[in-house]
């Protein structure tokens, strides 16, 4: 399963669209010992993944300037992708690989606008867990939501 929690730069808002690492390692990572997790982030995360060795770090596929058919071909490998807004999300859609989207109350404009809308309309494999105005920012309900969700999938794999 894919993650990445920096959704991205500084010039394009990433501190609005960014899931802050402790609550993804707590909610996800941990929750899921059983889950094989692939870092899919573009900076090098090393330091914060260290205690996190279920967790594998293909930076050289990742890492900015990297060659897209490296990270296309792990992508097309995952079960599911769960990432903020970012690139990430494009190249699930374009592949068809499933992905959740963790977006901020108001995204750019194709991660849908109406807050009760849950999917990108043009990438059908595309699921979107949204802030709303309640959350102030803060990303604990949606990745309630993101645990909630998966939590449901894996029980009916299972059945």
Not at 8 to 27: C, E, M
Not at 88 to 96: F, H, K, N, S, T
Not at 98 to 117: D, F, I, L
Request: charged residues 25%; proline residues 4%.
């Amino acid at each position: 399963m894919g993650i990445a929690w920096t959704g991205g730069t500084w010039s394009t808002g990433r501190g609005r669209r960014t899931v802050p690492f402790d609550l993804i390692a707590k909610k996800l990572i941990e929750q899921h010992p059983d889950v094989t997790f692939v870092n899919l982030e573009y900076e090098d995360r090393k330091e914060e993944l260290a205690a996190y060795p279920q967790v594998l770090n293909p930076y050289w596929a990742t890492k900015k300037g990297a060659d897209l058919d490296d990270l296309a071909a792990i992508v097309s490998n995952l079960d599911l992708v769960i990432t903020p807004t970012q690139s990430v999300v494009d190249l699930c859609g374009g592949l068809g690989v499933p992905v959740w989207v963790m977006t901020e109350e108001h995204p750019q404009w194709r991660y849908a606008t109406a807050a009760g809308e849950d999917r990108m309309w043009f990438y059908e494999s595309a699921k979107l867990f949204r802030q709303r105005g309640e959350d102030n920012g803060k990303w604990d309900r949606v990745v309630n939501n993101v645990t909630t969700a998966l939590h449901q999938m894996k029980l009916k794999q299972a059945a």
